[in-house]
């Protein structure tokens, strides 16, 4: 019977996979959005550093770990209306793991007294690694991968734009550039890299000075699979409290929750339900978010 229910998960983790992105997954993507849109570094008077977690399909053998750490900010000088910043991303499943190093740069422009737009640009450096130590092909005569690590190295360019304003926002991105090729040891067929796509944009709606609510809409493309659409909503109090919800297709419904202390530390965690077959094979999703923003730049 165990055996049974390992097969059909198994199939599940597999059919989830084939509509997968090769881009890391993000419930709370309007809290870190340079991992999406380069074009974010400089549309803030201060420079932050961003920490996330998540920890994919809990309970289940070698689920899907996710670790981004972000650093962006605006140029020093008024003069000159330019951001830089930088991310490490990793995501892990079972024996395949990526590793992402890019360095962002982006240039906003003033089209009138409340809305500016950013274009930016990120580079870097992209890994792809198989452990074949913890691959173990029972019942085959010929192990594929054997007992070696095989890794392949490849650049990576990110492009975007982005429209803001003191509250609302618009951007629109486009991930893996450059379609590489990935061959990680000679018996694999070749793997490229797609191009992926994000159209993202929120609103903040005051409804006193106390309270607020922040309706957020994020939409993935990549081919040949569908679109895949997130709708979010928090309500926000004072700024320093958050609760709220979210949808995305064809995968889960989750709980939003956070802090922000004294304007400088915040606080995000949530919590995915999933609504697909995969769903009885384990505990639901974690996503932790830190965050440290610096003093304001005069």
Same mark, same amino acid.
């Given at each position: 019977? #165990?055996?049974?229910?390992?097969?059909?998960? =198994?199939? *599940?983790? *597999?059919?989830?996979?084939?509509?997968?992105?090769?881009?890391?997954?993000? @419930?709370?993507?309007?809290?870190?959005?340079?991992?999406?849109?380069?074009?974010?570094?400089?549309?803030?008077?201060?420079?932050?550093?961003?920490?996330?977690?998540?920890?994919?399909?809990?309970?289940?053998?070698?689920?899907?770990?996710?670790?981004?750490?972000?650093?962006?900010?605006?140029?020093?000088?008024?003069?000159?209306?330019?951001?830089?910043?930088?991310?490490?991303?990793?995501?892990?499943?079972?024996?395949?793991?990526?590793?992402? !190093?890019?360095? *962002?740069?982006? %240039?906003?422009?003033?089209?009138?007294?409340?809305?500016?737009?950013?274009?930016?640009?990120?580079?870097?450096?992209?890994?792809?690694?198989?452990?074949? @130590?913890?691959?173990?092909?029972?019942?085959?005569?010929?192990?594929?991968?054997?007992?070696? @690590?095989?890794?392949? %190295?490849?650049?990576?360019?990110? !492009?975007?734009?982005?429209?803001?304003?003191?509250?609302?926002?618009?951007?629109?991105?486009?991930?893996?550039?450059?379609?590489? +090729?990935?061959?990680?040891?000679? +018996?694999?067929?070749?793997?490229?890299?797609?191009?992926?796509?994000?159209?993202?944009?929120?609103?903040?709606?005051?409804?006193?000075?106390?309270?607020?609510?922040?309706?957020?809409?994020?939409?993935?493309?990549?081919?040949?699979?569908?679109?895949?659409?997130?709708?979010?909503?928090?309500?926000?109090? +004072?700024?320093?409290?958050?609760?709220?919800?979210?949808?995305?297709? =064809?995968?889960?419904?989750?709980?939003?929750?956070?802090?922000?202390?004294?304007?400088?530390?915040?606080?995000?965690?949530?919590?995915?339900?999933? #609504?697909?077959?995969?769903?009885?094979?384990?505990?639901?999703?974690?996503?932790?978010?830190?965050? %440290?923003?610096?003093? @304001?730049?005069?």
């Amino acid at each position: 019977m #165990i055996r049974i229910q390992f097969i059909i998960a =198994g199939f *599940c983790l *597999c059919s989830a996979s084939l509509l997968a992105q090769q881009t890391p997954m993000y @419930t709370q993507y309007m809290l870190n959005p340079l991992v999406i849109n380069p074009a974010v570094a400089g549309t803030n008077n201060y420079y932050q550093i961003r920490l996330n977690n998540r920890f994919q399909w809990a309970g289940f053998t070698d689920a899907p770990i996710t670790n981004g750490l972000s650093v962006y900010g605006p140029h020093a000088s008024k003069k000159l209306d330019m951001g830089y910043g930088g991310y490490v991303l990793s995501d892990i499943t079972g024996p395949t793991s990526t590793l992402n !190093v890019s360095g *962002c740069y982006a %240039y906003n422009i003033a089209i009138n007294d409340e809305i500016r737009m950013s274009m930016g640009l990120s580079l870097g450096m992209l890994q792809r690694k198989t452990e074949g @130590t913890q691959i173990k092909m029972r019942d085959l005569l010929d192990n594929t991968l054997g007992d070696q @690590t095989y890794a392949a %190295y490849v650049p990576d360019g990110n !492009v975007g734009i982005y429209v803001y304003s003191s509250s609302f926002n618009f951007g629109f991105s486009a991930m893996q550039l450059f379609n590489n +090729k990935i061959k990680l040891e000679e +018996k694999n067929s070749l793997n490229r890299l797609k191009t992926h796509f994000f159209l993202t944009g929120s609103y903040k709606y005051f409804i006193n000075r106390e309270f607020a609510i922040e309706p957020s809409l994020i939409i993935k493309a990549v081919s040949p699979v569908p679109l895949q659409v997130d709708i979010s909503a928090r309500a926000i109090y +004072k700024n320093m409290v958050w609760a709220g919800f979210s949808f995305r297709t =064809g995968d889960a419904v989750s709980i939003l929750l956070g802090y922000n202390h004294d304007n400088k530390f915040s606080f995000g965690y949530s919590y995915d339900i999933g #609504i697909t077959a995969i769903r009885k094979y384990n505990y639901g999703s974690h996503e932790l978010m830190v965050s %440290y923003r610096f003093n @304001t730049l005069k």
